[in-house]
């Protein structure tokens, strides 16, 4: 059974960081590219960020110098580092992969930037 639990969400003022984290489980983490989206109110979700199996980073234009996407094989964990966080980086953000043709998801977590 695949599973991501995604932490670290909060409320953050305007030019601060946050870390998020997702912990992931029931796949051969290794072999599969993790990605985080975010989905703000009234919008669609949008891909952020993702990192393939071999390392191998992706970022959306507006977050390029900004956000940094990071794995840990040995503890099954995918990272979203982000940094000079905007007013509209607000949305909750998901950790995703995809296996077997499914896309898995996790429960998200909320991220707020404002003063």
């Known amino acids: 059974q695949v599973q991501l639990v995604e932490s670290g969400g909060g409320l953050v003022q305007p030019g601060g960081s946050l870390r998020l984290s997702c912990a992931t489980s029931g796949i051969n983490f290794q072999m599969y590219s993790l990605n985080w989206y975010r989905q703000a109110p009234g919008k669609e979700r949008e891909l952020v960020a993702r990192?393939?199996?071999?390392?191998?980073?992706n970022y959306a234009d507006s977050v390029k110098g900004r956000f940094t996407i990071s794995r840990d094989n040995a503890k099954n964990m995918v990272y979203l580092q982000m940094n000079s966080l905007k007013p509209e980086d607000t949305a909750v953000y998901y950790c995703n992969t995809v296996v077997s043709d499914s896309s898995r998801w996790g429960q998200g977590t909320q991220v707020t930037v404002s003063s």
């Open positions: 990192i393939a199996s071999g390392g191998t980073t």
